[in-house]
Structures are given as structure tokens and as C-alpha cells.
């Protein structure tokens, strides 16, 4: 019998029964001690509601407006590598269903498709997210994305080396898989996993397949992320003079920063601690939202942790504009795939709907710091400069 997903904890469960092991890990897995990962999730909890009652929310509505166009609900597909790993064909799955959910897909650059056949996927807003490994690359990719006419850039700043998974380590996690005897045992437990990869073959770098050799040290820099860690402020002025459309600046937790960003003439900045991937002892996105927002003229977005619409709704009363989804969307696109992820998203935008109507908020612009209980709201001033 189907397995009915009624929540993202069911979708994560199946996927654990499809995947191997060790993709698995690579998906879920954090930094170091993984508190992070763990810090994330529990943020949610720390923070409670003060619904308002006696408001008319028969009509409640969670469309939002960003640069000029209106999206569904204030959620997009955050960028995530490797996604042909969890399913083949991956990406194109994400964007098609995100196109059908009215919400931006972000393509991450170490995608499985390339820039130019993601654009087709589905008829919806792109995003394309940015590594610099170097700058001439950069140069070149972004100039790919604007002529495939992504509506924004995302540039990702948290990841100047790669954070320490010990998961991976531990399971000498690499792409395409060494064969071990573990792995062998891993994938004889996921035969339909396995099955698909064999007839499908190892997910590529598809990015770095257009400038020939160049691109092979880049492949393998992508793989172990190591990018160029020499990127600073004066760096994202040239990206800003690149890139005419908006701009994005993604993995930040302190307000000082943000604030530099949007004094270049970025156009937002995301909250984030990457999932927890990167430095363990990290705070949560989530927690640094109120400060940024109050301080940032430009939309503030966040990611991390971010498992029911209750979540993007706290996010939202400390002034975020739009939400991230990672893991969210792809265990479901690891549990059933394309129509795995329609569903979580339709579950997203159900209980965003539901929240709204049962706090007394018809719309996102009467989602405020109001309809939080005082003592559990993080201070605006506690993070950052
Ligand atoms: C498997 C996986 C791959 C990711 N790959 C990227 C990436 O290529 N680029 C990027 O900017 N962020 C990447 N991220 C981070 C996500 O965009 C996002 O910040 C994070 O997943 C949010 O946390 P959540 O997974 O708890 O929702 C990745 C996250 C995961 C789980």
C-alpha cells in the first residue's frame, strides 16, 4: 500500500527507506557535532504565537509581492547540488513543481542540468545560485544565466571551504561512488534506488561541462567544495556590476554584514547557516531575521529548519519576505519524486493558509511581531552590529 505523506517527518522517513545509506547522510547530514542542524530545528520551537481573534479571515491569502511580480506564497525552492543523486532528473522535478506551486526555483551550480535546459523546466520564476571556484568561470556563468533570462542571482557566501562532514568522511562519500563492499550492501538494500542510478549513471556537473578542460579542475573543486575564499566585499562590487538583475546574497547571520550588502546595492540578503552544513556551532538563520530586518531597507529572506508553513509564518512576524525550503522539498523528491514534491508543497501552502486564518491574519502584511508572545521572541539587537 502507498505510504500517505501527511507531513514533511513522513516524506523524510520514506526517503531514508529509499535512499542508500550513504546518500542519505549526504542529504541530511551536518556540520561537526551537527548542532547546528539540531539548532535549527529547535529554533522554531523557542518561539510561540499570539493569535488574534474576531478579524475576517474568510478570505485569507498568502500571494506575495517581490521585484515587481507576485508569487503564490512567500516560499521558494532554495538551491541545493546534486539533486540527480536523490532522483534522476532532479532538478527539472523541483522547478516543474514549483512552477505548478507559483513559486521560484533556484538552481544551484553544482546542479545536475544545466542552466540553459533548467530555464525550460517548467514554465516558473528561475533564480540561479552562484559558487565562485574562480572568477572567470563566475563571469562566464553568470553571463549564461542572464542570456537563459533567470530573474535573480544568488550569490553564496558561507561557503569559502567546505564545512567538516563527518558523515561523509565516514562513508568516503564521492560522486561517481567508489565501489566498496559497503556500498555494494548499501545499494542491494535500495534496489529500486540503485536500479535507477545504474540505468541512468552517475549524476554530472553539468555546469562545468560547457568550457572544456578548465572545467575539470573546477568539477572536482565544486565536488569537494573549494571555492575561491579570497571573495570579499570588493569582489561582490564586481558581481554587482555584472549581474543587472536582482541580486542576492545568501549565507549570512550577521546584521553588520547584510547591511554592507545592501550598501553595495544588493537587492536581498538570506538568512542562513546553510542547513547547518558548514560551521557546527553556528547560530540559526532563523534566529538572526528580526535584527537584520529591522535594520535592512532591501527584503530579508531565511532559510534553515524550515519543516511546516507554521515555520515560514514565525519567519515572516520577524519581518522575512520570502522563506527557503532545502531539505523540505527533497526528501520528498527522494520519498515519490515529482509528485512527491508537489504534495509537500501543497502541504506548505495549506497550513500557511491555515496559520494565517486561525492567528487572525488575512493577508502576510498583518503578519507581525504582534502575534508572537513577547518573552520567547528573540531582541531585535542581540546579533550582529
Ligand atoms: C543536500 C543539500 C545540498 C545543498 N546544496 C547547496 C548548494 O549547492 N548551494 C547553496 O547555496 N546551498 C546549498 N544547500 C543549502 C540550502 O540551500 C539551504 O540553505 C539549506 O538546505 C536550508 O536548510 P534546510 O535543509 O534545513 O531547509 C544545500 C543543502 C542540502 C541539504
Not at 540527480?84 to 523541483?94: E, I, K, P, Q, T
Not at 550598501?263 to 532563523?286: C, L, Y
Not at 486561525?358 to 542581540?382: K, N, V
Request: include cysteine.
Amino acid at each position: 500500500m502507498a505510504v500517505q505523506h501527511v507531513s514533511v517527518a513522513d516524506f523524510r522517513r520514506s526517503a531514508a527507506r529509499r535512499l542508500p545509506r550513504f546518500v542519505f547522510d549526504y542529504l541530511e547530514g551536518g556540520a561537526g557535532s551537527e548542532a547546528g542542524l539540531k539548532r535549527n530545528l529547535d529554533a522554531y520551537g523557542d518561539v510561540a504565537f499570539l493569535p488574534r481573534r474576531l478579524v475576517d479571515v474568510s478570505r485569507p491569502s498568502p500571494a506575495v509581492s517581490l521585484w515587481g511580480r507576485s508569487h503564490a506564497m512567500p516560499v521558494y525552492l532554495s538551491p541545493t547540488g546534486l539533486n540527480g543523486l536523490l532522483r534522476h532528473d532532479g532538478d527539472a522535478m523541483l522547478a516543474r513543481a514549483a512552477a505548478r506551486a507559483g513559486i521560484p526555483f533556484a538552481l544551484s551550480t553544482a546542479a545536475n542540468m544545466s542552466i540553459e535546459d533548467a530555464a525550460r523546466a517548467g514554465d516558473g520564476e528561475k533564480w540561479f545560485q552562484l559558487y565562485v571556484i574562480q572568477r572567470d568561470l563566475a563571469q562566464s556563468l553568470v553571463r549564461r544565466a542572464l542570456a537563459a533570462d533567470y530573474a535573480a542571482l544568488i550569490l553564496t557566501v558561507d561557503v569559502p571551504v567546505n564545512g567538516y562532514r563527518e558523515r561523509d568522511i565516514r562513508n568516503g562519500f564521492s560522486v561517481p561512488a567508489k565501489v566498496t563492499p559497503r556500498l555494494l550492501l548499501d545499494g542491494a538494500l535500495r534496489p529500486a534506488w540503485s536500479l535507477a542510478y545504474l540505468r541512468n549513471g552517475a549524476p554530472r556537473m553539468r555546469n562545468m561541462e560547457a568550457d572544456g578542460a578548465m572545467n575539470l579542475e573546477a568539477q572536482a573543486a565544486l565536488l569537494s567544495r573549494r571555492m575561491d575564499a579570497g571573495f570579499d566585499f570588493e569582489a561582490l562590487k564586481w558581481l554587482r556590476d555584472l549581474w543587472p538583475r536582482p541580486l542576492v546574497v545568501k549565507g549570512l547571520l550577521r546584521t553588520d554584514d547584510a547591511a554592507a550588502c545592501a550598501a553595495i546595492g544588493v537587492d536581498a540578503v538570506v538568512m542562513s547557516n546553510h542547513g547547518g552544513r558548514q560551521v557546527a556551532g553556528a547560530v540559526a538563520g532563523f534566529e538572526t531575521v528580526a535584527a537584520a530586518a529591522a535594520r535592512l531597507a532591501i527584503p530579508v529572506f531565511f532559510d534553515g529548519g524550515i519543516r511546516c508553513g507554521e515555520d515560514v509564518v514565525k519567519g515572516l512576524c520577524l519581518g522575512a519576505r520570502m522563506a527557503g525550503l532545502g531539505r523540505a522539498a527533497l526528501y520528498a523528491l527522494a520519498a515519490e519524486g515529482e509528485a512527491g514534491v508537489d504534495r509537500c508543497l501543497s502541504l506548505f501552502k495549506d497550513d500557511l493558509v491555515r496559520t494565517m486564518t486561525l492567528l487572525g491574519a488575512p493577508d502576510l502584511a498583518a503578519l507581525g511581531r504582534d502575534l508572537l508572545a513577547p518573552p520567547a521572541a528573540p531582541a531585535p539587537a542581540a546579533i550582529g552590529g
